[in-house]
């Protein structure tokens, strides 16, 4: 059976670690980093993900390694769930056809026995994570963001004091299954204690405990769980954060089951219901509600409220620190059984059949005389199965004990081995220990060295890099090349029997030993691909820019009316959901002349963008003049990609050196002087809390932010935001009320403290604590940003006057449907916010990773872009006042805030009320009111076969608002914005010659597939031939 270790990826801005992919015919496994980009470079190398059960997690529990791996497992969560439901439906086909032929259709019970029967029999999806110590407490800091059900996340982490020591001659595995065998070794820098005392037992797989064995109640203010009394101090916190992390991807909660309660004891925030006395049907409650200033009209009212998930039970996670261990792993294959000899097996009368097979399978049978025959009399001699290590080293001091392990000298765990892949921080593998144990110590291995020493920051992503070199070629004053370098610079060379990782590499297993660099990814060939670029597109091209020319006076004149016309946006995520090939997810920068920069939204991998935009020196110019970062809401794709940004930050400006925290009667504006030079974070309690959470588990630079919950203004009631320091939920709940809203109201913090002259956000309807923002600077200039949202006639008020609205656009509008059900706007919907608000400039971003069409402009007073096609035309109209779904029952900043202690981070989401709420009744499921549904469409939209739009819609404005669609990688000046419709024509023309084309794949194995049909194969268009040459 073959089996081979395939590389992924390589250090570069796009994956920032080493993923490697472990082949069998029947499963996968993920080895090495889960770093922030490796679910859309495995979408990039066409790698199955489906068949993936196990991760290996390697070096140590940092951002940089685990960063995507919260993205990764959402995936892979929502598609086990799609392929549960279709084999759940399946198996109720076929027990419905066995109950028909059995003749007992009739019979309800017979019927559920045999439903049962065959449900029994689907496979549970079980994902298992191998890693170094801090993972599960890294998982559960997300428990406010994060749920899923039906995929199990089972997580080992391995402590330094782990020996591969047991069985004989201390060869046992530490896990192993059908195909693998694995012992991980755990390793420590040089003098360096471990982390923590462990805990954990000797086998892999201690009980998982739940949250309700952990926690026996709730003290009387419902806010501290109470330890169970069997527990140690060790066996609580690991269990604590385990149970989190079970319940957070396998709980049995349900969002339609409600228990009854008296008003007056409802926790808010909340979503109430109450039963229609008329229709007797679920219904939300609409009346007052607790905490208001209003009394209660009827507190003994029953109401139906929902128990809170249990993972927002933990209100804090245990104490935690970083953890040091960095984890490598030996991985064999099993011993392949010798050669079965036929002759030898007729010679022992053994009938031919199922006795051969047997005996192949390593059986001992009877022959026809009644006598044993055993599998050595007809096999040959066995063989070791193939194995390889995989050896992560984040830096030098990790080399000594790395080659000190006794490991290595064990051959019962050797044998086989004959290749180690190395996975190496900078200046590790250039160090000549490590060298001379490559070459001497190691010398009839084979060595694959993957480190940014000797693996070029080549582009990763081929698609998006070459649809980036075609929007060069029609627009190169907005559109660069991405940053890269096909060449690594000059190391000394590595031992004879090493090489460089290279993207697509193998290591064959099986049947021989191998390393095969035939499946090798070229690098992408920026002059193909614009060698493929048709002429009638450059000439299109050509015509925009002679357009831009003969237009030149009235853009000047427009831009001249811009309070500051230099303000630089560069998108780096315009893609909704999920990272696909082309759009990465949300991410817009900001660069205020004379302010700084500005960050709306960090989906993951913003960094790795940042990286591919701005060359090394403008990008540490870059990091240094951020200023602020505003997260919208908490969804994963929209803040995933943080705390790397912040990490770079606080390494560039910072050093990486700490600060000491604020005490509580600390003048919190000294904290704002230029010499702090501390970064904003601008978001609700409930992102802070994150981030100050996992402070715990690494060192990315809280201490050097400004943590600023913005509290959500209500401009129909002349409620304006104010901003407030962040307090931890721990802090506020050991307050008492006089205590906290002293504190609240020293902790007050004017938007004169950032250089602004005024920040507002407001609730918009997408999910619970979603925000809307605009933002205005002393020079009149005045920015917005819609986050995510249906069309919102408060976030209109708040940025009326705005200079520029970027605003999400979803979905095409013969999807307004869509838009409703899924808390979206369209196209025409976010113009329409924008003309509303009377901005001059107006960017698109968000789409749906579809085919997305341009807005083609027409302007009232009949200018516009001339476009041959006869276009709908559509009207952009302003949002309707009724911003019901965003209302919120809090009114005050105090109350804002205190939603970061609160158990319940997302009424759509998660469970939203305290335990104690239930009067003892047992909860009930109920048809709760459904959310709006997608209204039929007409229209068939195609699947997502090319990143751009293959096709144009018309609108008609009623302003000079001058509106740009975003694509990942741009770059644009407001003054220049009024250009970049001009250059319509040549897009659309791009596009069309790009959805005609037909598909090619590149294949897990890195061969390319040719599709025909009608052009498409899973969604994707063409490569170019500089693409097909990098994959």
Known sequence: MRSFVQVLTTPTADTPGTTLMLHFDDKRYLIGSLGEGTQRATVQMGARLLKVNECFLTGRTEWSNTGGLIGMILTLADAAASSKSASTEDARKKAMAKARKLGVLEDAEKLREIEQEMLQGLPTNVLTLFSPPNLNHTLATARRFVFRKGMPVSVHEIPSEHQNDKGENGTEAYWADSNIKVWPMSILPESSPPTRPSSQSTSISPRKRSIEEVYEGETSNGTQPVMADDLTPAERDQLTVKAVVGEMFNSSWRLDTLFPTRLADVKMPATIFVRNQTTHKIEKYRGLTPGGRLPLPDPDLQVLVRKPWPGALVETLPPSQPAKEAVSYIIRNHKQRGKFFPEKAKALKVPVGRAWSQLQSGESVENTDGEMV??????????????????????????????????????????????????????????????????????????????????????????????????????????????????????????????????????????????QNKQNIPLLDVKAVEGETSKDVLDEAARARESVSSDSVAIESWAATLPDRN???????????????????????????????????????????????????????VLQDLRAVTISHMHADHHLGTVGVLKAWYTQVHSATPSPPPSPDTDLHTLFAPDQNRLAILAEPAMLHWLSEYAAVEDFGFSRLAPLSVGAAFPAKNQASRMNWFIPPSELAAMTARNRSARFTNNHIPPSLLGLSDVQAVLVQHCHGARAISITWPNGFKASYSGDCRPSAAFSKIGKGSTVVIHEATFDDELQGDAEAKNHSTTSEALGVAQAMGVKCC??????????????????????????????????????????????????????????????????????????????????????????????????????????????????????????????????????IAEMQHYTPALLKLFEEDKDQPEHVVAANGAAKKKGGNGAVNGQRKKSKGEKKSG
């Open 374 to 515: 055993h599998p050595d009399q007809v096999l040959g001699p066995s063989k070791e199965g193939g194995g390889f290590a995989v050896v992560d080293l984040p830096d030098s001091t990790y080399i000594a004990n790395l080659i000190a392990r006794p490991e290595w000298r064990n051959e019962g765990i050797m044998a086989g081995v004959g290749a180690i892949v190395w996975i190496c921080g900078p200046g590790v593998a250039t160090d000549e220990r490590l060298r001379k144990f490559m070459s001497d110590a190691m010398a009839k291995l084979q060595h694959v060295v993957s480190s940014p020493d000797y693996c070029p920051n080549n582009v990763a992503l081929d698609s998006a890099g070459a649809a980036t070199v075609r929007l060069h070629q029609v627009d190169d004053r907005h559109y660069r090349v991405p940053a890269h370098d096909n060449m690594c610079a000059a190391q000394s060379p590595l031992p004879s029997n090493a090489q460089p990782a290279v993207r697509g590499q193998l290591v064959q297993l099986e049947p021989a030993m191998e390393v």
């Open 567 to 621: 303000v630089e946006i560069t998108t780096l995520g315009t893609g909704s959901a999920l990272p696909s090939k082309y759009r990465n997810v949300s991410a817009t920068l900001m660069r205020v002349p004379g302010w700084g920069n500005l960050l709306f939204d960090c989906g993951e991998n913003t960094l790795g963008q940042l990286k591919r935009v701005f060359p090394p020196d403008e990008m540490k110019q």
């Open 843 to 976: 960017v698109l971003t968000h789409f749906s990773q579809r085919y997305q069409k341009l807005p083609v402009l027409e302007y009232a007073n009949g200018n516009g872009i001339g476009v041959e096609e006869d276009l709908p035309m559509l009207e952009a109209s302003a949002p309707a006042e009724d911003d019901k779904d965003a209302e919120d029952h809090r009114d005050t900043d105090e109350d804002d805030e205190l939603l970061g202690a609160d158990a319940a981070a997302d009424a759509q989401t998660y469970a939203d009320q305290p335990a104690s709420a239930s009067n003892g009744d047992g909860g009930q499921t109920y048809a709760l009111p459904p959310k709006v549904p997608p209204k039929p469409s007409n229209i068939t939209t195609p699947s997502a076969a090319s990143p751009f739009a293959p096709s144009a819609v018309k609108f008609k404005l009623q302003s000079d608002m001058k509106v740009c669609v975003a694509f990942d990688y741009m770059r644009v000046k407001l003054g220049e």
